[in-house]
């Protein structure tokens, strides 16, 4: 009875192992029913909003009241309620929770853990900090361009102790101008488009790549918290750094990162931080899915720095136009999505793609 007891014991821890990262509960992106869908349901303090980004709550709300605010102008993405290409950030911050990856990595504390504040997110986080830049500060672009409402006055707060993160618009601005500059473009060009004369499908590609210059001006301006990558095993950094990479590929390609293409995207990414030893496509602990999606974000990476940076060169040479734009995002559903699609037909098709721009 007792080695019966045991055997379950672990085919649950098993099952529990193997099991990828939960980011949909009820449908919608994890304790998205716990968020708050009007700004007055933030914190606010002698009239001004004060959201604590450092609660994850807080955080996943700041992405509702984005897409909430920006659904009204977002007509030229599709015909239904979550064509928005801001769902790709909700649901991949419930991926970070879920994964451990907004932990403290460096166990001084219990932000974060199960031993703690399991909503805590870590300063310490590299995960987390990287997200802020496509979080907080976008946020507070949005509520300078008055998505938020008239004049309404948006401070971050900051836990005791913790420097280098700009909390109000103005010392974004200050601190990271090119950042705060591209998302007040993509802002106010939603706002434009309204009244543009130019069809759907040209609008739409103007807006995605409007918001991906944005995504992009956070994610270079995120090398501020590199530092805190020592924190974790060479497995994950690697792997951090090839999460990273990928987004140039998304971007170059105005990947619509609506609801469902991004669920498809983000399930399969691992659903643990990555150990010493774990090497894809053979992690034991990982489904087929994890262990392909981090082989393929690997080889992109790794065939890159061998080719000088040519391969990114290549890709975004190839997007020229509306019509490679959206043949580079089959090809990219194709390779991180198909494990039949071989690798070297992804680099024959972009080196023959770049000859006809």
């Known amino acids: 009875m007792l080695r019966l007891t045991a055997l379950s014991i672990v085919l649950a821890l098993a099952v529990s192992l193997t099991s990828a990262a939960v980011i949909l509960e009820n449908g919608m992106p994890i304790l998205w029913a716990q968020t708050a869908s009007q700004v007055t349901e933030l914190p606010i303090q002698n009239g001004i909003v004060t959201p604590d980004p450092w609660h994850f709550l807080n955080r996943m709300s700041l992405y509702r009241l ?107 601005a200050a601190q990271y101008p090119d950042v705060i500059s591209k998302w007040d473009a993509f802002f106010q060009a939603l706002k434009a488009a309204a009244d543009s004369p130019l069809p759907d499908n040209e609008k739409k590609d103007s807006l995605l790549g409007l918001y991906w210059v944005a995504q992009m001006a956070s994610t270079y301006a995120s090398a501020a918290c590199n530092a805190r990558q020592s924190y974790y095993s060479s497995a994950e950094v690697s792997f951090a750094n090839s999460w990273l990479n990928s987004a140039e590929y998304i971007a170059a390609a105005h990947f619509q990162s609506n609801f469902e293409k991004s669920v498809a995207f983000i399930t399969p990414l691992p659903g643990r931080i990555l150990q010493e030893g774990d090497s894809a496509p053979n992690i034991a602990d990982m489904t087929q899915e994890e262990n392909h999606t981090l082989y393929i974000f690997s080889w992109m990476k790794n065939i890159n720095s061998l080719l000088g940076g040519t391969l990114v060169r290549m890709w975004r040479s190839a997007m020229c136009s509306v019509t490679t734009r959206e043949k580079g995002r089959e090809m990219l559903e194709q390779l991180l999505l198909n494990p039949s699609y071989a690798t070297s037909s992804f680099l024959s098709i972009v080196t023959g793609m770049t000859t006809s721009c």
């Open 66 to 172: 984005m897409i909430a605010a920006t659904d009204p102008f977002m007509g030229s993405m599709g015909p239904t309620a979550t064509e928005n290409p801001m769902w790709g950030l909700p649901l991949q911050l419930g991926w970070m929770l879920t994964s451990g990856r907004l932990a403290d990595p460096t166990g001084t504390t219990t932000c974060g853990h199960q031993t703690g504040d399991t909503m805590c997110i870590s300063p310490e986080s590299w995960w987390g900090c990287v997200n802020y830049f496509a979080s907080a500060i976008p946020f507070l672009s949005a509520a300078q361009q008055g998505f938020m409402g008239d004049q309404v006055q948006v401070q971050m707060q900051v836990p005791a102790g913790v420097e280098g993160y700009c909390t109000t618009y103005a010392s974004c």
